[in-house]
């Protein structure tokens, strides 16, 4: 007659309780990197998320370069004279009220282009061909021009924006430069990505 298991045998306990430690660490084992991977990626996030900058450490007449959604976007603190020179140069540009769609948010359709007058937001991409504009702050630089103002200079096809981004005419740029959504979130405290919270 064949001898059947007791329950109650302790060799039996013990390879029942390993065979059950071993599983659940198992489970364990593949269960976090499955799902770690249904998280966005760190790329993902940056490439989507806001990115914060804190204006204070912007100065007068400085420019910065944050990345946004694999752009490069400008944070420009403009000064008194920048400001001043802005004002007096619409002959020359193609499109000095922006009235063409989707070049900025309502909330910064106006002279400056901007939400508070003295920070400039924009997208550094110009709307020729792609080309990553350079920073010509200094009016009437001899290689762009007596009547230069200031402002952005594309190298690749001699496209130019003025200190609000606003193109020159007579250039291959179709529009102005983009100014994306953004809002303050404090007085220091820009986010781009996200417009103003209603």
């Known amino acids: ?48 998320a806001p990115v914060e900058v804190d204006v204070r450490t912007v100065k007068p007449g400085e420019l910065r370069t944050v990345e946004w959604r694999g752009r490069p976007v400008w ?16 002959g020359l540009l193609s499109d000095p009220r922006s ?51 200031g402002g952005f200079f594309c190298p690749c096809h001699g496209s130019k924006f003025d200190l609000a981004g606003r193109v020159f005419k007579n250039v291959p740029a179709p529009s102005n430069l983009e100014v994306p959504p953004h809002h303050y979130t404090g007085d220091s405290s820009l986010r781009i990505g996200e417009g103003p919270v209603a």
């Not at 599983?23 to 790329?43: H, K, N, Y």
């Not at 944070?75 to 619409?90: E, F, G, I, K």
């Not at 924009?122 to 001899?142: K, M, N, Q, S, Y």
């Open 1 to 48: 007659m064949p001898q059947t298991a007791n329950p109650s045998d302790p060799a039996r306990r013990r390879w029942v309780t390993a065979c059950s430690a071993a599983g659940s660490v198992g489970i364990v084992a593949t269960s976090v990197p499955f799902v770690a991977s249904m998280a966005p990626s760190e790329r993902a996030r940056a490439f989507g």
């Open 75 to 90: 944070v420009l603190r403009r000064n008194a004279d920048m400001l001043a020179a802005l004002r007096s140069h619409d």
């Open 99 to 149: 009235t063409r769609q989707g070049q900025q948010p309502d909330y910064a359709r106006n002279d400056l282009r901007s939400v508070k007058p003295d920070i400039a937001v924009l997208v550094a991409i110009c709307t020729h061909l792609g080309c990553v504009p350079t920073f010509r702050p200094e009016p009437g630089a001899p290689d762009i021009g007596a009547a230069w103002p």
